[in-house]
């Protein structure tokens, strides 16, 4: 079982991305699961979101402690809060940031920055699904195509053309 | 299984005239035929004023001595003295 | 059956549209708001016939009273303060047998406010006369709305199916919904033989003097200790038609069949205790779980017998009776009322407000309770 915990700010969409990730990784036949860690629901503080993707069926019901990845969605929270916490021993994290960072504890950390592509593509800094492009290029857990399908379910017409772009140029970014 | 329930006209049968300590009378010399008694009446006992026809084709109000408790609503609200609340005889 | 891949809430709103209730009410409250939203969607989209928005649970409740008590199919989701809120109609629910059905999104009462899973708010309505079904997760959830409709239309008594606060409610998992053609030959329409009707006119919820009042109240005891058939009867069928199962309906093992400890509980933290169990068998440990499910009616005797060989049995609730024994370490207690012998049995409130309990934890408490020694502890 591969867990997979989402680090952002209410607002940016963690929740709706860990929800992405379930659905697009449903689609190849594996069991799913995602779900929130609600905390003070306002905008702007430090959220978690969390998925388990595995080939048998999730019993269990709890956050996640020991992810095998993570994903940033806001680099200022590197400060706040200890995104590395638990990450398994291997474990990779991919991080929203113009910068080149090194996660501590990680194998390998991933960056792209999301926030440029997002604001290209959507004009607003909503990084959440660009960053599911980062995340399928860099674990090939899931498919770029049922994400996009995904997306395209989730959000109709225009808005999801210009989701599906930003996802897209994500993932050819960290794909070369 | 028993669904709690009552069926229609059970009160009909519980005859609640001898709980009154107060009786109410009629004077049908001074009833101008209002309704107002007829209205307030929380036991809708009293009967006769047919609110429907004009004032000079309706007929004195009157009360159903089974059921009326002798509140003395009726009393209080007739504006022309028409009903005397009297100790119940026993 | 499609299979989704949605939030547990939706999905659960979906299962009872299929069911076609008549009416539902509801006022959105967290953990529950989504399966309120949900059914609220399905009545813009026309696809329910009646969705009354209210300005608060105890109306909410009346209002699915008044619908069930007029012949409709009636149903309503609420959590916490909300059911709290409830609690005076909850009771006249029961007493005056009308067969409504609500979903419970679990959540802590306050004080200190908190939003959280535990089972507080309808454990507190235990003694109403409602039947409480509490599921493991949201596919069974999704098979017991049929189920609590069938039974409740049954037995005349209204029934909650009890699902944990997010840890359910906000999952999004892979479900099978069963739709409304397959759950229609399951579940027949709904048709008292006595309701509010202007043709027949009765009175219903009348008051009872003190000579009748307890006859009234030790009818529902009786045909809500006898519903333990019906639960069962009604989970056996459901299975033969969409084959899926859930223990005997009322209680379920795991690895009880060489099990000298066993750990008692219900609802989600159920999954984590069988990935326990499962790791600590590995280790040569004789470990269980028995999952309630039906907790009320409770079935003593099932439990009795489940428990009959361990040496040593542990009951893990999220919920508790301050200042008194835990109310589901009193009923499994209670099971053994009839037993000359019974296992050492222990008492451990868990899980309050959201506190995780992790696998790792059922793996202390196993570990704990596998010492044989009694003992009564908050984790």
Same mark, same amino acid.
């Given at each position: 079982m591969i867990e997979v915990r989402f680090h952002g700010r209410g607002g940016q969409g963690a929740v709706t991305a860990a929800e992405l990730l379930a659905v697009g990784a449903a689609e190849s036949g594996n069991y799913v699961q995602s779900f929130p860690f609600f905390g003070v629901e306002r905008r702007g503080a430090p959220v978690q979101a969390f998925c388990r993707i595995?080939?048998?069926e999730i019993r269990i019901h709890q956050n996640v402690y020991t992810p095998d990845y993570i994903v940033v969605l806001d680099s200022t929270l590197l400060q706040a809060v200890d995104v590395s916490a638990g990450l398994k021993k291997g474990g990779v994290a991919v991080v929203n940031t113009n910068k080149q960072v090194k996660i501590k504890g990680a194998e390998a950390t991933y960056c792209v920055d999301a926030t440029g592509i997002a604001r290209k593509h959507l004009g607003k800094p909503i990084v959440n699904t660009a960053m599911l492009g980062a995340f399928a290029a860099v674990t090939g857990l899931v498919k770029i195509d049922a994400l996009e399908k995904a997306i395209r379910h989730r959000f109709e017409g225009e808005l999801g053309e210009k989701n599906v772009a930003a996802i897209r140029e994500c993932y050819e970014v960290l794909k070369k | 299984m028993i669904i709690p329930h009552a069926k229609v006209g059970s009160s009909l049968k519980n005859k609640t005239?001898?709980?009154?300590?107060?009786?109410?009378?009629?004077?049908?010399?001074?009833?101008?035929?209002?309704?107002?008694c007829q209205l307030h009446c929380p036991e809708n006992c009293i009967s006769g004023v047919e609110m429907d026809k004009k004032v000079e084709e309706r007929s004195v109000a009157k009360t159903d001595y089974d059921f009326c408790k002798g509140c003395g609503i009726c009393a209080k609200v007739?504006?022309?003295?028409a009903i005397k609340m009297v100790e119940e005889e026993k | 059956? *499609?299979?989704?891949? *949605?939030?547990? &809430?939706?999905?659960?709103?979906?299962?009872i549209k299929n069911c076609e209730p008549d009416v539902v009410a509801c006022y959105p409250i967290t953990s529950s708001s989504h399966i309120a939203e949900g059914l609220a969607q399905f009545y813009a989209d026309g696809e329910i016939k009646e969705y009354i928005r209210t300005e608060q649970e105890f109306s909410s409740i009346s209002a699915i009273v008044g619908a069930s008590a007029a012949? &409709?199919?009636? +149903? %309503?989701?609420?959590s916490s303060q909300g059911l709290a809120l409830m609690h005076e109609v909850v009771y006249a629910a029961a007493g005056m047998r009308v067969p409504i059905v609500m979903a419970i999104g679990n959540r802590a009462l &306050?004080?200190?406010?908190?939003?959280?899973?535990?089972?507080q708010d309808s454990i507190a309505e235990r003694d109403s006369g409602w039947i409480q079904i509490y599921c493991e997760n949201a596919q069974e959830a999704i098979d017991t709305a049929p189920q609590a409709f069938k039974i409740a239309e049954k037995v005349m008594l209204p029934v909650m199916f009890c699902i944990d606060g997010f840890y359910i409610t906000h999952s999004v998992e892979t479900f099978e919904v069963p739709g409304m053609e397959e759950i229609r030959k399951f579940l027949p329409k709904f048709n008292p033989k006595l309701k509010l009707d202007p043709k027949n006119p009765v009175s219903l919820g009348v008051y009872a003097m003190p000579t009748h009042y307890q006859m009234f109240r030790e009818d529902v005891h009786r045909d809500a200790a006898a519903s333990l058939k019906v639960v069962k009867q009604v989970h056996d069928q459901y299975g033969k038609t969409f084959g899926r199962t859930y223990g005997d309906g009322l209680v379920e093992g795991y690895k009880l069949k060489d099990a000298r400890f066993i750990l008692v509980s219900m609802a989600s933290v159920c999954g984590n205790i069988k990935e326990a169990v499962d790791a600590l068998r590995q280790k040569g440990m004789k470990v269980g779980l028995l999952r309630i499910r039906s907790y009320r009616p409770f079935p003593y005797g099932q439990v009795a017998k489940a428990l009959a060989?361990?040496?040593? +049995?542990? +009951?893990?609730?999220? %919920?508790?009776?301050l200042g008194g024994k835990h109310p589901l370490y009193s009923d499994v207690i209670g099971s053994f009322v009839d037993e000359k012998k019974r296992p050492v049995i222990s008492s451990i409130v868990g899980g309050l407000g959201g506190k995780d309990v992790t696998v790792r934890d059922c793996e202390g408490m196993l570990k704990k309770l596998a010492k044989g020694k009694h003992f009564e502890v908050w984790w």
């Open positions: 595995s080939d048998k | 005239g001898g709980w009154r300590s107060q009786k109410p009378i009629f004077n049908p010399e001074l009833c101008k035929k209002c309704g107002l007739c504006p022309f003295g | 059956m *499609v299979k989704k891949t *949605v939030e547990g &809430s939706f999905a659960i709103a979906e299962a012949g &409709s199919r009636a +149903v %309503s989701a609420t &306050s004080a200190p406010l908190n939003i959280w899973d535990d089972w060989k361990a040496k040593a +049995v542990a +009951v893990l609730e999220k %919920s508790y009776n």
